[in-house]
């Protein structure tokens, strides 16, 4: 009577207790029109392509002798103890055929003691299960180890309750509010604390991989600053100009996105470098009381940064009839609008009760027409 072979997981392998075991691999791909098998893991019904077909040809990342990332190619041939093409014998004293693996129903069976084969699936780069492997190669099979995907499990429950956690704990006004406020409308912010908090609990929850990854990146902690620089009073957004001030100049934009672009995320693409990093460290000082700065010492402490020239916005040269023209074809366009009683024409944060009073407006707001102009490829 044949013994039942135990079924090998990653670490056996890399323990080199694979000779007496088997190891499975599945496909990662999914096909509901072909074939599907029950997983006597799960007890989930997997689909799969009837019968998938994979060269066994490939190359893996290594380093060289000189220490460097380079590919070396590798293959399986039955009869070469090495899996490394340039340890092989010489295809022209002995040449070679291509082998072929199928995995029917999804799957592929390797017995531990055929050590070259199974080295050959494990260090494939195309094998999800390897570790450190080439990301930039499109995954075609996994090991099926019960201790990975209890591992995988464990970790995304464990992700999921840290960003939850985070969400009704972290400090609200510091973290919570300014992140909630780049997501969520004016009205959703105009809730209390508590719901804001189950707003972005909700968000953290429908995707933690990905909420986790904005907590992450450094841009969000700028973005965030920025936000509390706004609400604390110390910056102002124009949305006629889409520019950045500070609050006692705000006439003075120091930093002006264009048309269509998010003012606050232009900043702070901007303030990682140059006069925006000047910008940022002060606002960012300022939000988190460095060196106990208040606002009124804020221009002396940045006073190079107050000092960095702005660009210079000529005044309009275009006569009453041309800007008439322009405003005709932004109504056209719907970039101005009107009451149906044409009334009332607004154009972003300018209204007016009248073409001739538009024209007044734009013409004293020399930003907001140029915006105009560049909204009409003039």
């Not at 990093?277 to 002060?282: L, V």
């Not at 660009?311 to 074809?329: C, L």
């Not at 719907?334 to 944060?349: A, D, E, M, P, Q």
Request: proline fraction near 4%.
């Amino acid at each position: 009577m044949n013994q039942v072979k135990q079924r090998g997981t990653y670490k056996n392998y890399l323990d080199g207790d694979f000779a007496d075991k088997i190891f499975v691999f599945e496909s990662v791909s999914r096909n509901p029109q072909g074939g599907s098998v029950a997983s006597k893991e799960t007890g989930k019904v997997q689909p799969f392509p009837l019968s998938e077909t994979i060269f066994c040809v490939g190359s893996v990342k290594e380093k060289n002798k000189a220490g460097q990332m380079a590919p070396r190619k590798i293959r399986y041939v039955p009869g070469e103890d090495s899996i490394y093409v340039d340890e092989q014998t010489s295809d022209k004293d002995f040449p070679k055929v291509k082998v072929l693996a199928s995995l029917v129903n999804g799957r592929i069976t390797i017995e531990g003691d055929d050590a070259p084969r199974l080295n050959f699936f494990m260090n494939w780069d195309i094998n999800e299960t390897k570790k450190d492997r080439d990301t930039k190669k499109v995954a075609r099979f996994r090991l099926l180890d019960t201790s990975v995907m209890a591992a995988k499990s464990r970790d995304k429950k464990k992700l999921a309750f840290d960003v939850l956690n985070w969400c009704y704990t972290a400090d609200f006004k510091t973290k919570i509010k300014p992140l909630a406020s780049l997501y969520f409308t004016h009205e959703q912010m105009a809730q209390q604390a508590e719901d804001i908090r189950h707003n972005l609990s909700m968000m953290a929850e429908a995707n933690p991989e990905k909420f986790q990854a904005i907590l992450d990146n450094p841009q969000t902690e700028r973005k965030i600053t920025i936000k509390r620089a706004i609400a604390e009073g110390h910056v102002v957004v124009d949305v006629t100009s889409n520019g950045i001030a500070w609050a006692q100049n705000p006439n003075a934009f120091f930093s002006v996105a264009a048309p269509g672009v998010d003012p606050i995320e232009d900043f702070a693409n901007k303030s990682k470098s140059g006069d925006g990093q000047k910008y940022y460290d002060a606002m960012y000082k300022l939000v988190n009381d460095v060196e106990e700065i208040s606002a009124p010492a804020m221009i002396e402490h940045v006073a190079e940064v107050k000092n960095v020239p702005m660009p210079t916005i000529k005044s309009a040269s275009e006569s009453d009839a041309e800007i008439i023209i322009m405003i005709n074809t932004a109504l056209e366009k719907g970039l101005i609008t009107k009451t149906s009683n044409n009334v009332w024409f607004k154009y972003k944060s300018i209204s007016a009760n009248s073409k001739e009073q538009m024209v007044e407006k734009l013409r004293s707001n020399p930003i907001a027409l140029n915006i105009l102009k560049s909204e009409l490829g003039i």
